[in-house]
Every structure is written in structure tokens, then in C-alpha cells.
């Protein structure tokens, strides 16, 4: 299988960024600081777009800098795609009741 | 290091040397399209209709960008339908405008015996006020006399990586050289604010950057709509960023590390130097207008471009008169749209430089542009409207 690289922005963080194109399978080699880790992607990820670096339960922060970049709207794998379609965002959201401030 | 720029009476520093034509229409458009050297501003906002904060903004657009560090000499005419108004009168903006040592002239359909007259007489002034402009050599100056306004945009998981990142490294080293340098876009600091405001010279600076975001994100919320089916934009998704929050994150980091001054409104020129959060919103067509009327000398688009597609040829954003930059981190853009990319970051991400070393390449290349070489935008003639940034109702 070939080896990919993603980047983690922070020790913090619970996704990486991906910075190759990554087919089902692949080795993702992640590093952060001095550190190397490697996960295996369970599904396709674009150039640019966010792999779990562990399980996120539903309702869990999911954090990129350091910083909260919104729940997981579902329970996320890991190696798999975080995006719109299991990340949600919290803030400015109009279509939930009142909004949620973090 | 420093770079080669016009010295203005008032003692700010140009990079660029046009004779500017205000404010937009007839007879502005026309003696730009017959005289080479002008710069003119094309938009629908003349003020008419419009409250008095909206119209002040508009007067403050109009004298901000005559007193452009880049403007030589400024023609003002007084044929637009705001010109009524007192904050928009000719005598009123010739006045500002002249306080700072330039050249001013007015014309007026009036007195000087029609437009097609005003017209001729402004043609005939124009000429003669480029071909002065054109006697001034550019002198080797300190980089404090920079004035930067930077958005971002397109932007995708590259900006936030690379891209800001190098602008944030210039922005450093711009504001430790006694420069000013501008971002804004508050609707992309949601998320992002605490970190900012920790950065504010004063509690109260701190506070107004937390207000200006409470502010923005009670309006978004009064919509009712999910915020990401408005921002992050559709090309923003498409290049993989997944909330607002996540854009803002990387946004910031093209505002460096270096303290927050001040919180401006657009077109607010500061009235000391350093780092400053302006409280516009993200579109283009606004947004550079009015970082050249709070006195920008140059601006720039750090672009992420993953989400844009058949995109070779890019139009820019209307600058007026402050010299426009592409930048990129994403090498799908870059080999999409080189022609028009003035500089490229995406080398962090492939591992050929680090941080520092592309922040000090991107110096060297606004050194280049601050100093005479063109921007990629400035080789097209093509110039887009202007949509200023006025928040009242109109009546």
C-alpha cells in the first residue's frame, strides 16, 4: 500500500490535514513536531481535506489548532473523511434553536 | 532592506504614481478612458438615498483614496447625485484632500458651461497633472512607509497550512519595521475571536474586537439559516473546510503574531502605525477600495483556489490605486493559474521550504512590487466595480 502524508496543526488535535490524494487503504504517515505516527484511511480522502486521527464519538469536540472547529454530527472511524457530512459546526448557526455558543 | 517609492508632501511614501479622477461616472470615466495615468473609482454608491453615517462612509472612501500615498494630484467633479449632500460636496472632499499637500482640482458642468465642457476642461487638466506626476522619481525608503491590506479568500485547507501563514510571517516583520498592516472579514474571525482579542493593545481594543464578532454573529444567527450554506462559501467546502470555524482558525493566521492596535471601520484610516483589525466583511469588491482609502500602498489576495476549477485567467479585485497581488499555497491553483499568481507558498506543503524561508521570498517579492515591478493584475486593463461597504438602509 502506498504511504501518504496529512499534517497535524497542534498536539491537540483529533484530525490531521492531508496533503496527498489518499485511496481506501493507504498508509498515512502523520507528523507533528518531531513525532511520526501512521493510521491506515478507510476510505478516499481529497488533497487538503481532514482524516481521524482516532474514534470520535457522536457530540464530540473535534479540534484542529488547538482550537474547537465543531462536534461530530455522527460517530467517526478512524482513518476515515471528517467533513460536512459528520463534522457540524457550532457557531453562527442560525437553524439551531437560539444558537450554541462553545 | 527597503524600497523605491514617490514621497508625498505629507511625508507618506507611494508605490504607485497615478493622477486620480473622483467620484464615479461620466465624466470621471471619460477623462480616464482619453488620459493614460488616471485612476478612477466605478461604482453604483454615490451616496443618494443614503443615511448620513452611509454617506460619510462614502466621503471618507473618496478623500481616503485622494490622499492615497499612490495619488499625485486628484480632479474632483461636481456632477454626481450625492454632490448635494454636505458630506459629499466637491469643495468639502477637494478640501481634505488638499490638506495633505496635493494637487486638487474641481470641475463643475455649472460653471464651467456643461458636461461635454467639463469634460474637455478635465481631459485638458488631466494631461498636464500626469505629465507633472511624471517628473517624480521614486527614492529608496524605509519599509515603516509600507501600508498593507490583505483578504483571503477561495480559501481552502492550503490557506490556513501555507498561505496565511507567510502573509502572517510579512505581516511581522512589516509592523516590526514601523509599517502598518490591515485584515479584517469578521464574519471569518468567528471562532478565532479569543485568540485575537488576547492580542489587543488595550481591554478595550480586546472588547471591541469580541463586540464586532457578538455583533456579526447575532446577525447570522437572525437569518435562521445554517451559516455554512452562506460562509464558508461553496469553493471553501469544495477545498475541503467543513465550518465556519475551522475557515476563521485559518484566516487569522494571515494577521501574524504582532499586537492588535486598534479596531478600524472600513475605510478608517489609523492614526498611528502597527497591526489593525478592520471591521469590514469578506467581498472583494469591497473590501481592497477600502483598505486603499484607509491608505494601503499595496494589497493582496492570499488565495486557496482548491474549490475553483477552469479558473486560468483571474480578474483581480478593484484596488484603485494600490498595486494587487495573487498569492497561493495550493500547487493545484498555482499550475491552474500561474499566469496570474504572483507568488507561490505552496513549497511548505511539498517539503522544499520552510516557514521562514518562503515569508522572507514573499517579502522580497512586495519589495519588488512596492518599488515599480507590476503585478500580474496590473497587466490587464480589465478593472471590476466597486461595491462599498455601506450598512444602513436606503431610502
Not at chain 1, 478512524?78 to 450554541?100: C, F, K, M, S
Not at chain 2, 469643495?91 to 486638487?104: C, N, P, W
Not at chain 2, 486560468?312 to 497581488?325: A, H, R, T
Not at chain 2, 507561490?344 to 518562503?358: L, N
Request: proline share 4%; glycine share 12%.
Amino acid at each position: 500500500m502506498a504511504v501518504r502524508r496529512a499534517l497535524i496543526m497542534h498536539p491537540k488535535d483529533n484530525v490531521a490535514t492531508t496533503v496527498e490524494e489518499i485511496q481506501p487503504g493507504d498508509q498515512v504517515q502523520v507528523s507533528s513536531g518531531g513525532e511520526v505516527r501512521t493510521l491506515t484511511a478507510v476510505e478516499a480522502i481529497p488533497f487538503g481535506f481532514k482524516i481521524a486521527l482516532q474514534e470520535i464519538p457522536q457530540g464530540a469536540i473535534i479540534m484542529k489548532y488547538g482550537e474547537t472547529i465543531g462536534k461530530a454530527g455522527r460517530l467517526i472511524a478512524r482513518g476515515a473523511l471528517v467533513h460536512v457530512h459528520n463534522l457540524e459546526g457550532t457557531r453562527a448557526r442560525g437553524d439551531l434553536e437560539g444558537g450554541e455558543k462553545r | 532592506m527597503s524600497f523605491f517609492g514617490y514621497i508625498r508632501p505629507d511625508g507618506s511614501v507611494g508605490t504607485r504614481n497615478y493622477v486620480l479622477v473622483i467620484p464615479q461616472g461620466l465624466i470621471a470615466k471619460s477623462i480616464c478612458d482619453f488620459v493614460a495615468g488616471t485612476r478612477t473609482i466605478l461604482t453604483v454608491d454615490h451616496g443618494s438615498g443614503r443615511t448620513a453615517n452611509d454617506r460619510e462612509r462614502i466621503a471618507r472612501v473618496l478623500i481616503g483614496l485622494g490622499r492615497n500615498p499612490n495619488v499625485a494630484s486628484v480632479i474632483i467633479h461636481a456632477a454626481s447625485p450625492g454632490v448635494g449632500y454636505p458630506e459629499l460636496k466637491a469643495e468639502r472632499l477637494a478640501d481634505e484632500i488638499a490638506a495633505s499637500g496635493k494637487r486638487v482640482e474641481v470641475i463643475d458642468p455649472v460653471k464651467d458651461g456643461g458636461v461635454y465642457e467639463a469634460i474637455a476642461k478635465g481631459i485638458q487638466l488631466a494631461r498636464m497633472m500626469v505629465y507633472e506626476a511624471s517628473k517624480l522619481r521614486r527614492v529608496e525608503t524605509g519599509d515603516e512607509h509600507l501600508c498593507l491590506g490583505v483578504k483571503c479568500g477561495y480559501s481552502d485547507t492550503t490557506s490556513g497550512i501555507a498561505g496565511n501563514p507567510a502573509v502572517g510571517y510579512l505581516f511581522d516583520k512589516i509592523v516590526k519595521a514601523g509599517g502598518t498592516a490591515f485584515f479584517g472579514e469578521t464574519t471569518e474571525i468567528i471562532g478565532a475571536e479569543h485568540a485575537l482579542a488576547k492580542r489587543a493593545v488595550t481591554p478595550d481594543v480586546a472588547k471591541a474586537i469580541l463586540n464586532a464578532v457578538a455583533h456579526r454573529e447575532a446577525l447570522a444567527k437572525s437569518t435562521g439559516l445554517d451559516i455554512r450554506t452562506i460562509n464558508p462559501i461553496p469553493a471553501n467546502i469544495k477545498g475541503g473546510l467543513s465550518s465556519l470555524e475551522e475557515k476563521s482558525l485559518g484566516a487569522i493566521h494571515k494577521a501574524g503574531t504582532s499586537p492588535i492596535q486598534e479596531v478600524l471601520q472600513y475605510a478608517e484610516k489609523p492614526k498611528n502605525k502597527g497591526l489593525f483589525f478592520v471591521d469590514n466583511w469578506m467581498g472583494s469588491y469591497s473590501i481592497f477600495a477600502g483598505y486603499a482609502a484607509a491608505g494601503s500602498n499595496l494589497v493582496m489576495f492570499q488565495l486557496g483556489g482548491g474549490g475553483l476549477a477552469g479558473r486560468n485567467l483571474l480578474e483581480g479585485s478593484p484596488s484603485i490605486v494600490s498595486p494587487f497581488l495573487w498569492l497561493t499555497s495550493n500547487p493545484k491553483t498555482y499550475a491552474m493559474a500561474r499566469d496570474n499568481i504572483d507568488f507561490y507558498s505552496g513549497t511548505v506543503i511539498e517539503g522544499r521550504e520552510d516557514p521562514e524561508q518562503v515569508g522572507e521570498r514573499l517579502y522580497r517579492t512586495v519589495i519588488d512590487i512596492a518599488s515599480g515591478t507590476l503585478s500580474r493584475s496590473e497587466t490587464l486593463t480589465y478593472v471590476e466595480p466597486i461595491d462599498l461597504y455601506l450598512e444602513e438602509p436606503r431610502f
